[in-house]
């Protein structure tokens, strides 16, 4: 990761594809951030996953209450993104491949914007993510693997291949 740090700047964010359950890079991303001196306040780290999202709800449907989360998280990681950019934090925005369209949001916002220099962004995402190629071309990439067993790796696989048919 820090060689991975090495190589960036304000303008070219960090993204990891993670292969397998469980993997976070919060706390190594945290502990290296300590490393380069950065104050606790100045690491975020936001995941958008299920319920990782307080929203209020009324009587909506099923629908309606989706596209309200969505929106939510797309909010939430906006506001982050802004303020990170202004402040000169460490942005972690973990599981970017639960909202579909928010990697080439972050990507246009980032593009026009002038971030501080100590401004870092890095994003996770699953290994089936679709994301815009424009991001793909500009961002530095790293793999993030877990380390279960084998036993566990061939059920997830055997349980994907099922998914896919």
């Not at 292969?19 to 945290?30: A, F, I, M, Y």
């Not at 928010?102 to 026009?112: G, I, K, R």
């Not at 279960?148 to 790796?153: A, D, F, T, Y």
Request: glycine share 6%.
């Amino acid at each position: 990761m820090r060689s991975l740090l090495n190589e960036s700047t304000s303008k070219v964010p960090i993204l990891f594809t993670v292969s397998g359950g469980g993997v976070d890079p919060s706390t190594e991303l945290q502990r290296l951030s300590k490393q380069m001196g950065l104050d606790h306040g100045q690491f975020v780290s936001l995941a958008l996953g299920k319920g990782s999202e307080k929203v209020s709800y009324r009587d909506f449907s099923e629908s309606a209450n989706c596209k309200c989360m969505l929106i939510g998280r797309v909010q939430s990681a906006m506001a982050a993104l802004q303020n990170a950019i202004r402040r000169g934090q460490w942005l972690v925005l973990l599981n970017c491949h639960l909202v579909p369209n928010l990697p080439a949001l972050v990507w246009c916002y980032l593009d026009q914007s002038a971030p501080h220099a100590d401004f870092r962004l890095w994003i996770t995402t699953d290994k089936t993510a679709i994301l815009p190629p424009i991001l793909l071309h500009h961002a530095l990439k790293g793999f993030l693997f877990s380390f279960l067993p084998i036993h566990v790796h061939l059920q997830l696989f055997h349980a994907d291949s099922i998914f896919m048919k």
